[in-house]
C-alpha cells in the first residue's frame, strides 16, 4: 500500500506559473529576514559602541524595532496577501489591546516607582 511512498512524484500540481511566483516568495522573505537580522545587529552594535547619544539612542531603537514589526506583519504574518481578511481584523484587534494595555502598565509602574 505505501510501497511507492519513496518515490519521487512524477508531476507537480503547481503549474510553471505558481512554481516561479513561490520561488519568488521564498527570496523575497530570505532577503527581509537577512535585513531583519541586519537591523538588530545596527541596533546592538550603536548601542554597545556608543556610536548614538544616550538621548536619541531609545527613539532610534524604537524605530529599528518598529520597522523590524512592519517587516514581520507584512512578510512573515502575511498581512500583505490577500484573502487574510479574518488573520487580520484579529491581529489588528490585538495591535488595539495590547498598545493601551503596555502604556497603561508602564503608567502605572512609573507613578507608584515599584
Do not use: C, Y
Amino acid at each position: 500500500m505505501a510501497d511507492n511512498l519513496s518515490q519521487p512524484f512524477e508531476k507537480s500540481a503547481m503549474t510553471q506559473q505558481e512554481k516561479r511566483q513561490a520561488s519568488k516568495e521564498i527570496r523575497r522573505q530570505f532577503i527581509v529576514f537577512a535585513l531583519m537580522i541586519f537591523l538588530t545587529i545596527i541596533a546592538f552594535l550603536t548601542v554597545a559602541a556608543d556610536v548614538v547619544p544616550r538621548t536619541f539612542a531609545i527613539p532610534f531603537v524604537l524605530l529599528l524595532a518598529l520597522i523590524q514589526f512592519t517587516l514581520q506583519l507584512l512578510f512573515f504574518m502575511h498581512m500583505k496577501d490577500k484573502d487574510h481578511g479574518w488573520a487580520n481584523v484579529f491581529m489588528i484587534t490585538g495591535i488595539f489591546v495590547t498598545v493601551p494595555t503596555i502604556a497603561a502598565l508602564m503608567l502605572l509602574l512609573g507613578v507608584t516607582k515599584w
